[in-house]
């Protein structure tokens, strides 16, 4: 059974990540979506609300689950025994980085394969922090994130919640 790990911050989760996580969903038979706890950024949602907005949005892929984790990205793929991690790369802002962390994490766990997934054209250009920024303006978000998301950005930033 080939099992996949798709890690990532997920604040909130938009249209680009659900194309790489059902694209993955096809290639392997188990994908653990890990939804990372506290990254060195400053968040807009809790790590239940990203959990919760996630477990939504896969809720018709039968063999992908979604957890959070915390410490090492590989540690948390052992721990699970997966064989690969999954990462989504946009053209123009995600290269370098991936490449330096996949170096990393090689060292630190040889036996564990980064299969990266080129974003769709339509999704080249999404990200969480853009998508914050234009929710704060009330725009219409539908071609970006699924309804129940674009509905817990607006109490977010329109109503206090
Ligand atoms: P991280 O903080 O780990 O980069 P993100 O939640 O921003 O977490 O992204 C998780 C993964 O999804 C990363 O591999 C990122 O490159 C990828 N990703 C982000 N936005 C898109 C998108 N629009 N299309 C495809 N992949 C994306």
Not at 133 to 146: G, N, R, S, Y
Request: hydrophobic share 45%; charged share 20%.
């Amino acid at each position: 059974m080939t099992l996949a790990l798709y890690p990532g911050t997920f604040d909130p989760v938009t249209n680009g990540h659900l194309d790489i996580a059902n694209r993955s969903a096809s290639l392997f038979d188990q994908l653990i979506i890990g939804i990372y706890q506290s990254p060195p950024k400053r968040l807009l949602f809790t790590i239940e609300e990203r959990v919760d907005l996630m477990t939504r949005a896969v809720a018709s892929l039968p063999n992908v689950q979604v957890r959070p984790y915390t410490g090492l990205t590989v540690t948390f793929a052992r721990s699970l025994g997966a064989q690969a991690i999954v990462r989504g790369l946009r053209m123009s802002s995600d290269f370098e980085r991936e490449f330096e962390m996949a170096l990393m994490n090689k060292k630190l766990a040889p036996d564990l394969e980064l299969v990266c997934l080129m974003a769709s054209l339509e999704f080249q250009f999404l990200s969480s922090t853009l998508l914050k920024e234009v929710a704060e303006l009330d725009t219409e978000l539908k071609e970006f994130v699924p309804p129940h998301v674009a509905a817990a950005l607006r109490r977010k930033f329109h109503t206090g919640g």
